[in-house]
């Protein structure tokens, strides 16, 4: 182990791990300022808001030599012996100054800017900043550049960082985005007739330190400082990125990446991120209804549990079509529902969704061509409870051998269902429908009940992406009035007591199944390969992902 001084803290660290000075003082837990570097990227040095003192220590005598000038920490090699000081008055003049210089070429708009509560200048200003503004006012054009479909520029509030333009290089290999000008007059443009219009593009957005860098799905929509950030999943490929769901008063505004170094590091795709206006469309399916002599007769929470349980029961003989879009412990309950009625009823996995192919970036990150977040858990929900996994063009042969006189489907699918070829088949043999989905579909028509379903925000719960990492995460809004969480819908049917709780389901799916094991904390058997993301809520409500390396059990 190499040891380290970071204003006097001794940090203790492996050199294999090519940390930087920024990095190496995080450690130590003091935040050097930073505009250019970004750990998902090269380094470029060339805002030095990260300017530090540097320094050597004699490990015989302990002596310690500072350099005389200031380095960038970002661009500072951690090594055995060196020393960092960033709380000086060299250091403090320093960055006063770089703030005082970019601040010369900064228009202060912030009351009309979309980034004032969550921009580095604006927080670095007030933490590093001159108090007084020593140049004169200088006129500011407020230009705005249209440089792609989802992406505007705010010309004169860059700072010239590039982080958006290495991105467009280095991680979705598109290399749209340049400098052009020198000095005074540089300014990040496309190369002409090349908008930035690839799969990654948000991406810039979030990148973006200061506010040129516009999401024009969210410019003017929102102040961040009313929004409330929830850590999730992105449903809408088999990646699952980890995102956070951004909301005020239970809608949500945007989603953003979350840094999960296991799935997605610090981005996700623009399908991902722009695909949620569907939680709050109002073609919904909200509340329950079931078919009355003389058309549809809406049952309320209560009733609806009741009807369900005593219709189920006179069925005896049943069926259950398994959505890749169920969490794992509502695809668990939804399958012991069902067969602890009939023990011997068939469960199908529902239509996974696959669109071309894998999509991937030089950056190493990948879209899958299979768009939707849970097959491989309910995959093994299934498994365990039959013992092969059916897909759902197999449900007419399975509830004709079966004889099932009613079958649960459930949905959730974004987009609805894709292929319904096998709906035909099923109805000729007259079996009675239970419909638990987010849009109305052919399925309602031949349905007997009809139940609004939540959608991926609206749920708490746990998804396993193709790579077997499973994530667990909590509902980040409230359903719309006369939805039931397909979790507390089944804990309601199965008659058990108390309110669902889908940590403690996860914890019997884990007992009960052995490529759940690893959500217990132990070490699952070998060839199980399933690997468990953590979330940690800390006091000041911030959640941060623990990669579990202890329970990356290969
Ligand atoms: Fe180090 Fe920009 S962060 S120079």
Known sequence: MAIALV?????????????????????????????CWHPGLSVVASCRMCLVEIGFRNAVTGEVRLLPKLVAACNTPAQ???VLVTQSAKVQQARAMVQEDLLLRHPVDCPICDKAGECLLQDYYYRYGHRQRRAPWGPFTSRRKDIGEK??????????????VRFTREISGTAELMIVDRGNHQEIDIFPGFPINNKLSGNVVDLCPVGALGDKEFLYKQRVWYLTSHPSVCVQCATGCSIWVDENQDRIWRLRPRENPFVNKWWMCNDGRYAYPYVHSPQRLVGARRKAPDGWCDLDWSSLVEELRQFLEQKERLAAVVSPFLTVEEAYLLCRAIRQVDPRAPLVLGDVPQVGEDERFPGGFAIAREKCPNRRGVEEVIAHFIGRVPPVEELPELV??????????????????AKLEWLPALAELGVALIVHDLFPSALCDRAEFVVGAPAFAEKAGSYVNRHDRLQSVPAAIRPPKGVFPAGRLLWRLLGQEGTYEPASVLQEVARNISYFRAALGTIPPVGVDLKVNLLAVAENGTVNDLGTESLMIG
């Open 400 to 417: 004709r051998r079966h004889g099932a006189q009613a079958v649960w489907l459930s949905g959730e699918y974004p987009q609805g269902w």
């Open 80 to 82: 055995d012996g060196l």
């Open 7 to 35: 204003d006097g803290i001794v940090v203790e660290f492996d050199e294999r791990e090519n940390l930087n000075g920024i990095q190496l003082a995080r450690r130590a837990g003091v935040e050097i300022p930073h505009y």
């Open 151 to 164: 992406i505007t520029l705010f010309v004169d509030r860059c700072i010239m960082c590039s982080r958006c």
